[in-house]
């Protein structure tokens, strides 16, 4: 998995430019299967990866939190949501709270996260790429391709099954 990881940057970078292009035609003429398509290659890959041999999404990134996250994490943790505000997050460039830091400090040693059942909405989605209407997160699924093994799969995946 750390072979993948270490060269994950290097080929989402190498592919940046044909993703690109590639993510323009689709939202100029997106198929009408797009989402079934989009969902099957999401399945698929999904059966293959086991996300706690990688967790690079959880020791790179940080989620945005909702407010409905924030009350939810925080009710289980037992505490306000202003405490675990205060505690965890902070303010960033877009007026949304995020964590103060990474890796996420939910994470543990064996990549596992220990809020699981109540993770933001954000890490529940992750990596997005069976989102209805996918072609409306291209921007986002350009970033998340150089962050998840998974998504560099299924785009690579997608321009086979779908040719523009």
Known sequence: MNAILNNLPKEAKDKHIENKKY?????????????????????????KTDCL?????????????????????????????????????????????VLQSVP????????????????PKACREFPHTDRKKFQQITELTLKNVAICPAAFNIV?????KLPL
């Open 53 to 97: 041999k990688c967790a690079n999404c959880c020791k790179t990134t940080g989620p945005l939190f909702t407010d409905a996250d924030i009350e939810r994490v925080s009710k289980y943790l037992r505490q306000k949501p202003q405490q675990f505000i205060e505690q965890y997050l902070r303010i960033d460039e877009d007026r949304d709270y």
């Open 104 to 119: 996420c400090t939910f994470l543990d040693n064996e990549n596992a996260c220990m809020i699981y059942d109540v993770r």
């Open 156 to 160: 690579e995946e997608m321009k086979k």
């Open 23 to 47: 993510f323009d035609k689709l939202k100029k003429k997106t198929p009408k299967n797009l989402d079934y398509v989009m969902q099957d290659l999401h399945d698929s890959e999904f059966k």
